[in-house]
Each structure stands twice: as C-alpha cells, then as structure tokens.
C-alpha cells in the first residue's frame, strides 16, 4: 500500500492523488466470467407481488385475508405457532380492504360465509344481503392497493363468481369512482342464479386517475355471495390474463438478468411448513389457488406460482433458479426441523416440480405443465435446496434431498445454503456433494469497503460461490448514492473472484413506497400503483450486468489508503434494560466508577434518586426484582444519570418465558445514542454488542454464538473505560472491544474485464471519497488501444443524493465518447463515483 494520508472529510482539503495508478495486461487472464453471473431474487416482501408486479387491482379478492396464517393461531395482532412463536401479523378488520356502502333508506349486511364455497381454495366467500333497497343504492367498495390506478381509454378486465339464493333480477353496477364520486368507468353484470358461476366484463377507462376504488354496486333486494372479485389492466406484460405490470417488468428487463431466483427467501421456510410456499398449491386456475400469509405479515394470492415464475425467468431470458424447503422453518424466527422419516413427501414436491418443469407433455407433471399453457420445457438448471439454514440438522436434510435430485436428476446443480449473518462460511459440502454455496451480505458501506478482499482467500476446492443477497443497507438511510457505491465494490470484488463467485443476486428486489408496503430497509426498486423509480444501485448493476465482459483480465492497482477519524457519541449515559419478545427479570443492579457507587438497586426498597422511567413495555417490581412481563414486544425501560462515564455494571438477569434473552443498555444518552449489550439476541442463538450513534446502529463487534437457558439467574457484568469495552456472562468474557479511532480505508477499488468478441477492455473503477482522483493508467503494450472510447460515470453532488418519484434519475448513469486515449494515459475520477472506462482494442 502506497501513502498513508491522514484527514478529515472536508471540502477545503484535496489530497494529492498522483501515486495512484493502475498496471493492466489484457492478455493475461484470470478468470472466464459467468455467463449468467448477474440475476435477480425475486421475493414476495414490501408487495413485491400482489400489490407490485402482480398485476392485479382488487386487494383481498377472495376475502380470505382474514385467516390466520396457516399453522397458527390468532391472539390480538399476533399469530402464535403451536410451539408459541409469535409474530404479529396486525389484521384488526372484519373484512380487510372492503366497505359496505349504503344510501337513503336502503338496509343490507355484508359478512364473511362458509357455506357453498366457490371450490376447495376458498374458504370465504362474501354474503350480502339486500333486505330493501328502495330508489337507494348498496355498493361493496374495494381500496385496491392504496387506489386503483387506471390510464385514460385502457381496457380493465372486470371478473368475479357469484351465486344468489334465488334468480337475482337486478343489474349490478361495476364502476371506478373517485374520492369525489366521480365515475371513471362502468358496467353492468346480470343473470346470477343459484350456482357459482363467473361472470365478466371490460371496464374502459374514460380518464387517468390513479386512486379510484371499485364499488359495486346493487339496486335490488336480494341475497348472493361473491368470491375472486378480480380487475387486472388489459395491458400487462405480453398482454397475459393474470399477468404482470409492464412498467415493473421493463425495470427487470434493463437489468439484463441472467438468471431468476425464487420464490424467496424467507417465504420458501415459513414460519411453519403450512405457510411455507408449495408450489402445487400456486399452479393452475387462481381462484383454485389457497394462497398463503408469508413470513412478511400479509396474505400473497401465490397469482404469480411456480409456472409463472419459470415463464418469467424464460421471458427475461434468465435461467430459473428454484429454492427448495429443505424440511426446515425459518431458523432465524422459529427453528423446526421436519423429523427424517416425514421427509419423503418434501422431497417428492421437488421431484415433481423439476418433472413440472422440465418433464415431457406425456409425464403426469409435464402434462399438466402443457396444459397449463406451455407444452414446451422451462429448462430449470438450478435447485437451491433450503434458505438460510445451517448446522447439523440441515446438513442431514440436505444431503437426502441433494441425493434424491441427483439421481433422478443428474443435470440439475444444486445450490447449498448458509449461515445467514457469518462473515466467513467455509465453502463446505458434506461429502463435497453440491456445486454451489449460497452466501448472503447485508452490511454496512465500512463493512464492504474494508472487506472488499474477503473472497481472495476462499478455498479453491472445484466449487462456486453464489451471493444470492446482498446489499449495502445499513448507515445508507433507504438507500443513496454512497451504497451503490459500497455495492459496486462489493461486485468488483465477486469479478476480481470470479474463478469461485459465478452468481449474484441484489436483495430485496422490490418495494412499494405505499404506506405499509415497507418491510425491510433498503430496497432495490419502487413503486406505487402507477410509477416507479430505481435506487442507485440498480443503475450501478446494471453497468455490471451491461458491460461484464468475459473474462477478468490481470491488473495491478496502486492505491493510497484514506483515514478517517472515527468520532463515537459515547461519552456515557444512563443504564437501560431491554426485552425483546421476552419475559425477563433484573436484579441487584450495581454501577461503579472509579471505586464510587453511582447506583446500587436490589428493587427490595426502590430508590428515588433515580426512579425507573418505562418507555414500554409491562414493567413491575414483583419478590424484590425488575420484571418485563409482555413477551410480544420490545420493551425498554431506562434509569440513571446522563452524566455517568467509565463505569462497571453488574447485574443478575433471568429469562423467564418468550423468545430472546435479555439486553442492556448503557451510555444512554437519549433514544437515539446508546450501546446495548444483546444477550441471547436473534432468537436465543447470539449475543451481540451494538452501538446507536445519532439514530444509526452499528454491531461493534462478531456476533457470537450463544444462549441463555429459561429461568437461571446469570451475572452480567459490563465495563466501559473510554474505548475499552468488556463484557462478562457469568464471569466469562464474551467480548473485548477496543473501538477503534480511526477507519482506514483503500481509496480506490477496481477490476478489468475483457469483452472478447466485442474487443473491449473495460476498467471499473469505484472513487467513494468526495473528491476527484487522478489515476494513470498503463495497458501493456501487447495489444494497443483505440483511440476513442467511452466512459459511463454513476455519480451526483452528495454521497446521500438518492432518486425518488420526483426525480427518478438525480443519480444515473451517464455515457460519453472519450477520446485521445492510448495505452498509457491520466485520467480524473470524479469524487463519490462509479466508472466504467469501455476502451476498443484494435
Ligand atoms: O431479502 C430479504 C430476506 O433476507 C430474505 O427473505 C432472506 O433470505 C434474508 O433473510
């Protein structure tokens, strides 16, 4: 490493770039590159599908939105598995998403029923009974997803099933209004009889509006029962019945994605195996479809299921990758692993999904593929066989599902998963059976920069890396300039390893900006129900996935190193206790600063000098010790002085009942500045320190490995002294942080690659820092250089810069002819940028 600068951010001060430079031999190569090294990972999470891409506009078309999700029952907004995990899932109406509207003196009821339903898949249907409706009007609204959108003179495709007590005489009124009873479009439906039957028609939209609700709307007396009330815009993609939205289709298509994993993640476990998706439930007829509430709190229709999935994968010429449950639910939420002797009827599905999706028109599987629509294979290549999951348990699972595929299957490459939050997993394959290991990083942009060499030294033992998600989502707010930044160094750090890493996939792919569409913090793509916008790093991807080359070509990059100060909001605070979905006791709270008592607490006699202020969370002194009791949320409580400063806390902490361990808080400043001890965090499975500084967390050290077992007393002792940080569990030290002062970091990161039959050399180069750098580079002379090129810069004023609706492109990428190149020449990278160089070799 060149020169070691040492400054702090500022605008003044420029450092002096000229030792920077970059030695590349383009006959000299590497690695071959992956052809299909860059996809995406499609999941149902933020409405990525219904309410996203899924085009369809009624929400809750089936009225089964009110059933607990499967294997699990209701209490209040939480669902509780048999074991008694819980997790909130927050439906409080009747029938979610619909109103019953009525006018003048018109009497009606409108409520969920049971009785004939429409087939096997539906539960509910919706009874509505007109008792009168003299010269008045009752009219079923739907919401849609925060307003249906609809553009002016398009086709929308109106359908629904319904049935009645008796031949219902009158005309039914379907129509979009707006908020001030404006029609947009309308039509009439009749002749319902006694049996289901599905009726439809074509709405044309007079106007565009995007935030009219459908109603229904009657003018007789009468009883019947609706079900898969249904209204999808005629123009989807490819103009497909069921289809998807063009504009979010496009966004995909420009991505250039060589394969397609699905269907998650998360939803592929379950919280239990019934909520788990299985695919034979998401193939066929929709209204034959169940549908299921995903790991993420809501119900998916499963409208896009397997089928779908594959015709997507074949119409964004991406090879399907299918991830697989491997027998086990969630292990990050609620841990269960199918016993051995029930696992042949999962391993059966995922048998006959490859026959779905690749067997001939005349296997039972194939047929049905056929008839289905589409006689011709889908060609699926890839399996990955569980998600997140790891340790014994799974490898036992894992190897009789790998069995199973392979020797029906041998052609399919199967892909293993692994510890979800491990910085490091050994590339291992019991009994070396499997080609590619799955890895996932969501990280902070200090965290990729200073990892950037993580790959280097993974084994070369014959089997691939897949970075099946990953994205830079902490400290980047929802997403900015700064972590495409971080993300682009981390995908030239997959093609600089690119002999093991031959896959990525950014994670999550999707998010509706709509109220509650968000559920995880950093997305790639959003949307409402008419426009969409990209974060950043998409536009970076797709330089990746656009100009990636063929092969990795050797080259030498000298870099100076960046400091930077790291300044700490620590400078003490009161103590807090924390529980998370847990039941938890304290006691015997002692804090001691250079051998003075600030606090001693036994809660026997509570002191008031410094009473115990409860954020939330159910509080109470009970036999002398602090409890929490409500085991269904984050609960904080806190006591003290903001002044205290290097001090030693012990205490003795129980858990009782719930999920987690317990936490503590100290150096509590106020919300949003503290450091928490996390112990027998996620799930009982780690204990781990985290630092809140002005509103953004950070882990200050690994997570590691541990529990704490139900009603034990155990001794926790903390001890701050400026930077030196020590924590003890039953006088065991768990973690001894010195945090560090500085961060040092490389300033520039690249890799070049070679398009072979285009004859380009390309250089990508990330400049995080906010300020220009100028780089000489040098090709060998063994091949000379055109002179004209282009350059393809990703960048923007501020490293916070981010797009949005309103201005969808603040951050894009911009091309432009450059000229007067030769093999040796300087070249000015702008501050907070991502370059491609795209050179033509004669
Ligand atoms: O991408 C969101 C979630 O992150 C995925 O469901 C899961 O695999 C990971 O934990």
Same mark, same amino acid.
């Given at each position: /490493?060149?020169?070691?600068?040492?400054?702090?951010?500022?605008? %003044?001060?420029?450092?002096?770039?000229?030792?920077?430079?970059? #030695?590349?031999?383009?006959?000299?190569?590497?690695?071959?590159?992956?052809?299909?090294?860059?996809?995406?990972?499609?999941?149902?999470?933020?409405?990525?599908?219904?309410?996203?891409?899924?085009?369809? =506009?009624?929400?809750?078309?089936?009225?089964?939105?009110?059933?607990?999700? !499967?294997?699990?029952?209701?209490?209040?907004?939480?669902?509780?598995?048999?074991?008694?995990?819980?997790?909130? $899932?927050?439906?409080?109406?009747?029938?979610?998403?619909?109103?019953?509207? +009525?006018?003048?003196?018109?009497?009606?009821?409108?409520?969920?029923?049971?009785?004939?339903?429409?087939?096997?898949?539906?539960?509910?249907?919706?009874?509505?009974?007109? !008792?009168?409706?003299?010269?008045?009007?009752?009219?079923?609204?739907?919401?849609?997803?925060?307003?249906?959108?609809?553009?002016?003179?398009?086709?929308?495709?109106?359908?629904?099933?319904?049935?009645?007590?008796?031949?219902?005489?009158?005309?039914?009124?379907?129509?979009?209004?707006?908020?001030?009873?404006?029609?947009?479009?309308?039509?009439?439906?009749?002749?319902?009889?006694?049996?289901?039957?599905?009726?439809?028609?074509?709405?044309?939209?007079?106007?565009?509006?995007?935030?009219?609700?459908?109603? +229904?709307? *009657?003018?007789?007396?009468?009883?019947?029962?609706?079900?898969?009330?249904?209204?999808?815009?005629?123009?989807?993609?490819?103009?497909?019945?069921?289809?998807?939205?063009?504009?979010?289709?496009?966004?995909?298509?420009?991505?250039?994605?060589?394969?397609?994993?699905?269907?998650?993640?998360?939803?592929?476990?379950?919280?239990?195996?019934?909520?788990?998706?299985?695919?034979?439930?998401?193939?066929?007829?929709?209204?034959?479809?169940?549908?299921?509430?995903?790991?993420?709190?809501?119900?998916?229709?499963?409208?896009?299921?397997?089928?779908?999935?594959?015709?997507?994968?074949?119409?964004?010429?991406?090879?399907?990758?299918?991830?697989?449950?491997?027998? /086990?639910?969630?292990?990050?939420?609620?841990?269960?692993?199918?016993?051995?002797?029930?696992?042949?009827?999962?391993?059966?599905?995922?048998?006959?999904?490859?026959?779905?999706?690749?067997?001939?028109?005349?296997?039972?599987?194939?047929?049905?593929?056929?008839?289905?629509?589409?006689?011709?294979?889908?060609?699926?290549?890839?399996?990955?066989?569980?998600?997140?999951?790891?340790?014994? !348990?799974?490898?036992?699972?894992?190897?009789?599902?790998?069995?199973?595929?392979?020797?029906?299957?041998?052609?399919?490459?199967?892909?293993?998963?692994?510890?979800?939050?491990?910085?490091?997993?050994?590339?291992?394959?019991?009994?070396?059976?499997?080609?590619?290991?799955?890895?996932?990083?969501?990280?902070?942009?200090?965290?990729? *920069?200073?990892?950037?060499?993580?790959?280097?030294?993974?084994?070369?033992?014959?089997?691939?890396?897949?970075?099946?998600?990953?994205?830079?989502?902490?400290?980047?707010?929802?997403?900015?300039?700064?972590?495409?930044?971080?993300?682009?160094?981390?995908?030239?750090?997959?093609?600089?390893?690119?002999?093991?890493?031959?896959?990525?996939?950014?994670?999550?792919?999707?998010?509706?900006?709509?109220?509650?569409?968000?559920?995880?913090?950093?997305?790639?793509?959003?949307?409402?129900?008419?426009?969409?916008?990209? =974060?950043?790093?998409?536009?970076?991807?797709?330089?990746?996935?656009?100009?990636?080359?063929?092969?990795?070509?050797?080259?030498?990059?000298?870099?100076?190193?960046?400091?930077?100060?790291?300044?700490?909001?620590?400078?003490?605070?009161?103590?807090?206790?924390?529980?998370?979905?847990?039941?938890?006791?304290?006691?015997?709270?002692?804090?001691?600063? %250079?051998?003075?008592?600030?606090?001693?607490?036994?809660?026997?006699?509570?002191?008031?000098?410094?009473?115990?202020?409860?954020?939330?969370?159910?509080?109470?002194?009970?036999?002398?010790?602090?409890?929490?009791?409500?085991?269904?949320?984050?609960? #904080?409580?806190?006591?003290?002085?903001?002044?205290?400063?290097?001090?030693?806390?012990?205490?003795?902490?129980?858990?009782?009942?719930? =999920?987690?361990?317990?936490?503590?808080?100290?150096?509590?400043?106020?919300?949003?500045?503290?450091?928490?001890?996390?112990?027998?965090?996620?799930?009982?499975?780690? #204990?781990?320190?985290?630092?809140?500084?002005?509103?953004?967390?950070?882990?200050?050290?690994? =997570?590691?490995?541990?529990?704490?077992?139900?009603?034990?007393?155990?001794?926790?002792?903390?001890?701050?002294?400026?930077?030196?940080?020590?924590?003890?569990?039953?006088?065991?030290?768990?973690?001894?942080?010195?945090?560090?002062?500085?961060?040092?970091?490389?300033?520039?990161?690249?890799?070049?690659?070679?398009?072979?039959?285009?004859?380009?050399?390309? +250089?990508?180069?990330?400049?995080?820092?906010?300020?220009?750098?100028?780089?000489?580079?040098?090709?060998?002379?063994?091949?000379?250089?055109?002179?004209?090129?282009?350059?393809?810069?990703?960048?923007?004023?501020?490293?916070?810069?981010?797009?949005?609706?309103?201005?969808?492109?603040?951050?894009?990428?911009?091309?432009?002819? $450059?000229?007067?190149?030769?093999?040796?020449?300087?070249?000015?990278?702008?501050?907070?940028?991502?370059?491609?160089?795209?050179?033509?070799?004669?």
């Amino acid at each position: /490493m060149g020169l070691f600068l040492f400054f702090v951010l500022s605008k %003044n001060i420029y450092a002096d770039s000229s030792q920077l430079s970059i #030695h590349i031999n383009p006959n000299h190569v590497l690695a071959r590159l992956s052809p299909h090294m860059y996809g995406i990972f499609f999941e149902d999470i933020n409405f990525a599908g219904d309410g996203g891409l899924y085009a369809e =506009m009624v929400r809750n078309r089936s009225f089964e939105d009110i059933r607990p999700p !499967e294997g699990c029952r209701i209490e209040g907004n939480w669902a509780i598995t048999p074991g008694n995990f819980k997790w909130y $899932i927050g439906v409080d109406d009747s029938i979610p998403f619909w109103k019953l509207n +009525i006018t003048g003196n018109a009497k009606a009821y409108a409520k969920l029923d049971t009785v004939l339903p429409l087939n096997h898949a539906q539960y509910y249907s919706l009874k509505i009974n007109i !008792e009168k409706c003299n010269n008045a009007q009752v009219s079923l609204i739907n919401d849609g997803y925060y307003g249906m959108a609809v553009e002016k003179e398009k086709n929308y495709l109106f359908s629904f099933y319904a049935r009645s007590n008796d031949k219902y005489d009158g005309k039914i009124k379907v129509s979009l209004i707006d908020e001030n009873g404006k029609t947009y479009a309308s039509q009439y439906i009749n002749g319902i009889e006694q049996n289901w039957k599905k009726f439809s028609t074509t709405l044309i939209a007079a106007d565009t509006h995007s935030k009219l609700k459908l109603h +229904i709307t *009657f003018t007789r007396a009468g009883t019947l029962w609706l079900d898969m009330v249904s209204l999808f815009p005629e123009d989807t993609w490819k103009k497909r019945q069921n289809g998807w939205r063009n504009d979010l289709m496009q966004m995909l298509v420009q991505l250039n994605p060589k394969f397609l994993r699905f269907p998650g993640g998360c939803v592929v476990e379950g919280i239990t195996f019934d909520n788990a998706i299985q695919w034979k439930e998401t193939i066929g007829d929709i209204a034959e479809r169940p549908g299921h509430v995903n790991v993420w709190g809501y119900r998916s229709t499963d409208g896009i299921g397997f089928h779908e999935f594959l015709q997507m994968a074949e119409d964004l010429h991406a090879e399907p990758l299918f991830v697989v449950n491997v027998g /086990m639910t969630c292990q990050a939420r609620n841990s269960y692993s199918m016993p051995i002797d029930q696992l042949k009827p999962m391993i059966d599905d995922v048998l006959d999904a490859i026959e779905y999706a690749n067997g001939p028109v005349n296997s039972y599987w194939g047929a049905l593929r056929a008839k289905n629509g589409h006689p011709e294979p889908f060609h699926l290549k890839f399996i990955e066989v569980g998600n997140e999951n790891w340790g014994e !348990e799974y490898d036992i699972r894992y190897e009789m599902f790998y069995d199973a595929i392979k020797s029906r299957y041998p052609e399919i490459i199967i892909i293993r998963s692994a510890h979800p939050t491990a910085d490091k997993n050994p590339l291992y394959f019991p009994n070396n059976k499997g080609d590619i290991l799955d890895l996932h990083y969501y990280r902070s942009p200090d965290w990729i *920069f200073k990892n950037h060499k993580i790959f280097d030294d993974y084994p070369r033992i014959g089997k691939q890396i897949y970075i099946g998600e990953y994205a830079c989502n902490e400290k980047v707010g929802r997403g900015n300039l700064y972590a495409a930044l971080a993300d682009a160094t981390f995908l030239i750090a997959f093609e600089r390893n690119a002999d093991i890493i031959t896959m990525a996939s950014y994670a999550p792919l999707f998010e509706n900006d709509d109220k509650d569409g968000y559920k995880w913090p950093v997305n790639l793509i959003h949307f409402n129900n008419h426009k969409v916008y990209a =974060m950043p790093t998409y536009y970076a991807q797709q330089m990746f996935s656009n100009h990636k080359g063929d092969v990795v070509v050797a080259s030498e990059l000298i870099s100076d190193s960046v400091t930077i100060p790291i300044h700490y909001n620590l400078s003490g605070g009161a103590i807090g206790f924390d529980t998370y979905s847990t039941h938890s006791a304290f006691d015997d709270i002692l804090v001691v600063s %250079n051998n003075d008592t600030l606090l001693y607490e036994t809660f026997d006699n509570p002191i008031t000098k410094f009473p115990l202020i409860a954020e939330n969370g159910n509080w109470k002194i009970e036999n002398g010790e602090l409890h929490q009791t409500d085991a269904t949320i984050f609960a #904080h409580a806190y006591m003290g002085d903001t002044a205290w400063k290097n001090y030693t806390l012990t205490f003795r902490a129980k858990k009782i009942s719930g =999920m987690e361990g317990f936490f503590m808080t100290l150096y509590r400043k106020d919300d949003n500045n503290w450091l928490r001890w996390n112990i027998g965090g996620w799930n009982n499975t780690q #204990h781990a320190l985290e630092l809140r500084s002005n509103g953004s967390n950070s882990f200050i050290t690994p =997570m590691i490995q541990g529990s704490v077992r139900t009603n034990e007393w155990y001794r926790v002792k903390i001890k701050v002294e400026d930077l030196h940080i020590q924590c003890y569990l039953n006088d065991t030290l768990i973690h001894n942080v010195y945090l560090p002062t500085h961060n040092n970091y490389q300033r520039l990161y690249s890799v070049v690659t070679r398009d072979t039959i285009k004859n380009e050399l390309i +250089i990508k180069i990330v400049n995080p820092f906010p300020y220009s750098a100028s780089i000489n580079i040098n090709i060998n002379d063994s091949i000379k250089i055109s002179n004209s090129g282009k350059e393809i810069i990703l960048t923007s004023k501020n490293p916070d810069d981010t797009n949005s609706f309103d201005n969808p492109e603040l951050v894009y990428p911009r091309t432009s002819p $450059i000229n007067g190149l030769s093999n040796h020449f300087k070249y000015l990278l702008k501050p907070n940028s991502l370059t491609f160089l795209i050179l033509k070799m004669n």
